[in-house]
Protein backbone atom coordinates (compact mmCIF):
# COMPACT_ATOMS: atom_id res chain seq x y z
CA UNK A 1 0.00 0.00 0.00
CA UNK A 2 1.43 3.47 -1.19
CA UNK A 3 1.24 6.40 1.48
CA UNK A 4 -0.13 9.70 0.16
CA UNK A 5 2.17 12.71 -0.19
CA UNK A 6 1.06 16.01 0.90
CA UNK A 7 2.82 18.39 -1.54
CA UNK A 8 3.78 22.11 -0.45
CA UNK A 9 5.43 25.40 -1.92
CA UNK A 10 8.31 26.67 -0.10
CA UNK A 11 9.14 30.26 -0.82
CA UNK A 12 11.93 32.06 1.06
CA UNK A 13 11.34 35.54 2.78
CA UNK A 14 13.72 38.41 2.59
CA UNK A 15 14.83 37.79 5.82
CA UNK A 16 16.70 34.57 4.71
CA UNK A 17 17.99 35.84 1.65
CA UNK A 18 19.37 38.25 3.84
CA UNK A 19 20.64 35.26 5.99
CA UNK A 20 22.19 33.70 3.10
CA UNK A 21 24.01 37.02 2.44
CA UNK A 22 25.78 36.83 5.50
CA UNK A 23 26.76 33.51 5.98
CA UNK A 24 28.02 33.00 1.77
CA UNK A 25 31.26 34.54 1.09
CA UNK A 26 30.89 37.36 -1.23
CA UNK A 27 31.62 36.15 -5.14
CA UNK A 28 31.12 32.87 -4.67
CA UNK A 29 28.36 31.43 -7.69
CA UNK A 30 25.39 30.36 -4.77
CA UNK A 31 25.20 33.88 -3.92
CA UNK A 32 23.32 34.87 -6.87
CA UNK A 33 21.50 31.83 -7.64
CA UNK A 34 19.50 31.43 -4.46
CA UNK A 35 16.65 29.97 -5.51
CA UNK A 36 13.39 31.77 -4.07
CA UNK A 37 10.85 28.74 -4.37
CA UNK A 38 10.49 24.98 -3.76
CA UNK A 39 8.30 22.60 -3.83
CA UNK A 40 8.59 19.83 -0.98
CA UNK A 41 6.91 16.76 -0.51
CA UNK A 42 6.52 14.57 2.21
CA UNK A 43 4.51 11.30 3.66
CA UNK A 44 1.16 11.70 5.27
CA UNK A 45 0.70 10.34 8.66
CA UNK A 46 -1.20 7.13 8.38
CA UNK A 47 -2.13 4.35 10.64
CA UNK A 48 0.62 3.38 13.53
CA UNK A 49 2.12 7.10 12.67
CA UNK A 50 1.81 9.89 15.48
CA UNK A 51 2.05 12.37 12.94
CA UNK A 52 -1.35 15.05 13.24
CA UNK A 53 0.15 17.81 11.43
CA UNK A 54 1.55 17.54 8.12
CA UNK A 55 2.40 21.38 7.68
CA UNK A 56 4.16 21.65 10.89
CA UNK A 57 6.01 18.20 9.95
CA UNK A 58 6.92 19.94 6.75
CA UNK A 59 8.24 22.91 7.98
CA UNK A 60 10.41 21.35 11.02
CA UNK A 61 11.89 18.32 8.12
CA UNK A 62 12.80 21.55 5.59
CA UNK A 63 14.58 23.13 8.15
CA UNK A 64 16.41 19.75 8.87
CA UNK A 65 16.93 19.89 4.99
CA UNK A 66 18.98 22.35 5.20
CA UNK A 67 20.98 21.70 7.69
CA UNK A 68 22.32 18.66 5.78
CA UNK A 69 21.52 19.74 1.94
CA UNK A 70 23.94 22.92 2.81
CA UNK A 71 25.15 23.38 5.89
CA UNK A 72 22.38 25.79 7.51
CA UNK A 73 22.35 24.98 10.86
CA UNK A 74 18.63 26.76 11.91
CA UNK A 75 16.65 25.61 14.89
CA UNK A 76 13.92 23.19 13.79
CA UNK A 77 11.14 25.10 14.75
CA UNK A 78 7.78 26.37 13.44
CA UNK A 79 8.44 29.32 14.76
CA UNK A 80 11.88 29.71 12.83
CA UNK A 81 10.65 28.42 9.93
CA UNK A 82 7.70 30.92 9.80
CA UNK A 83 10.48 33.70 10.67
CA UNK A 84 11.95 32.94 7.41
CA UNK A 85 9.54 31.22 5.48
CA UNK A 86 6.22 31.04 3.99
CA UNK A 87 4.66 27.58 3.20
CA UNK A 88 1.41 26.87 1.19
CA UNK A 89 -0.03 23.62 0.43
CA UNK A 90 -0.08 22.69 -3.37
CA UNK A 91 -3.83 22.09 -4.74
CA UNK A 92 -2.29 19.53 -6.78
CA UNK A 93 0.22 17.64 -7.96
CA UNK A 94 0.71 16.45 -11.15
CA UNK A 95 3.93 13.62 -12.17
CA UNK A 96 4.30 14.37 -16.36
CA UNK A 97 6.84 11.84 -16.05
CA UNK A 98 3.87 9.33 -15.25
CA UNK A 99 1.42 7.23 -17.65
CA UNK A 100 -2.12 8.39 -17.91
Known sequence: ??????????TFKQDYLELLREIIPPGTATEDETATRMVVAITQGGFGQD????ERQAKERFLEYLFFSAGIDLPRTVDVFDRYFEIEQAGEFVDLDSEL
Open 1 to 10: MEMEKAYYVV
Open 51 to 54: IVDD
